[in-house]
């Protein structure tokens, strides 16, 4: 297995801890964790081509639907009703 599969796989791992964390202290890995994945999506659609990049790319937006729903909401000026606007403030 290629070297950008192998951290794709550890980067789920990653993730799956973060999401046992409470939500507070969920936002500065996250956001980490949210810049890694487009760089390593990026790495797999170039190395292994769309079939693999795709398969990323709908696992990213699964595991992050919630948080890409709030800011494109809110940067398209739409009412936002979520838990990550409470626990920002």
């Not at 996250?30 to 079939?51: P, R």
């Not at 992050?64 to 494109?72: A, E, K, Q, T």
Request: charged share 10%; with cysteine; glycine share 6%.
């Amino acid at each position: 297995m290629s070297l950008s599969l192998t951290l794709a796989c550890v980067w789920v791992l990653a993730a799956a801890v973060v999401a046992m964390l409470p939500l507070q202290k969920q936002f500065a890995v996250g956001w980490a964790l949210f810049v890694a994945a487009i760089i390593l999506i990026a790495v797999i659609f170039y190395e292994h081509g769309w079939l693999f990049g795709g398969l990323a790319l709908f696992g990213f937006v699964s595991m992050f639907r919630r948080p890409l729903n709030y800011y494109l909401r809110k940067w398209m000026g739409l009412p936002v009703e979520s838990d990550i606007a409470e626990a920002e403030e």
